[in-house]
């Protein structure tokens, strides 16, 4: 079952120096922030809360980008700049659903590359 992987460690590893405890610390970092992500993503868009669901979609691209979701962290920034003019609003739900999907399977990559680290 090889699917194409969302997550490249290329720009982790330039980082942390390929350190293989430093790059476990970042991922579990990630993992710790995940929750805040999602449940924050999914409770702003439906309170309508689009000035946070911005800022929660610019601090979570950050983290994804750490792990070379980049076309992930596109998206996050136009969801981010959409929501400060508020265009657009009805394709909000459309890129909080692919960040929902895209980070489950970034956590499942991860959890595999954590256990061989």
Same mark, same amino acid.
């Given at each position: 079952?090889?699917?194409?992987?969302?997550?490249?460690?290329?720009?982790?590893?330039?980082?942390?120096?390929?350190?293989?405890?430093?790059?476990?610390?970042?991922?579990?970092?990630?993992?710790?922030?995940?929750?805040?992500?999602?449940?924050?993503?999914?409770?702003?868009?439906?309170?309508?809360?689009?000035?946070?669901?911005?800022?929660?979609?610019?601090?979570?691209?950050?983290?994804?980008?750490?792990?070379? $979701? @980049? %076309?992930?962290?596109?998206?996050?920034? &136009? +969801?981010?700049?959409?929501?400060? /003019? *508020?265009?657009?609003?009805?394709?909000?739900?459309?890129?909080?659903?692919?960040? $929902? @999907? %895209?980070?489950?399977?970034?956590?499942? &990559? +991860?959890?595999?590359?954590?256990? /061989? *680290?």
């Amino acid at each position: 079952m090889s699917q194409n992987r969302l997550t490249n460690l290329s720009y982790l590893n330039e980082i942390t120096g390929g350190e293989p405890e430093i790059m476990k610390e970042f991922i579990q970092m990630f993992f710790d922030q995940l929750p805040e992500f999602k449940d924050g993503l999914t409770n702003h868009l439906a309170t309508k809360n689009y000035e946070e669901l911005g800022k929660l979609a610019h601090k979570a691209k950050s983290s994804v980008m750490t792990f070379g $979701m @980049n %076309e992930l962290g596109y998206r996050l920034k &136009e +969801l981010q700049l959409k929501t400060q /003019k *508020l265009e657009d609003i009805e394709s909000y739900p459309v890129y909080v659903d692919e960040f $929902m @999907n %895209e980070v489950t399977q970034a956590e499942n &990559e +991860l959890t595999e590359d954590l256990n /061989k *680290l």
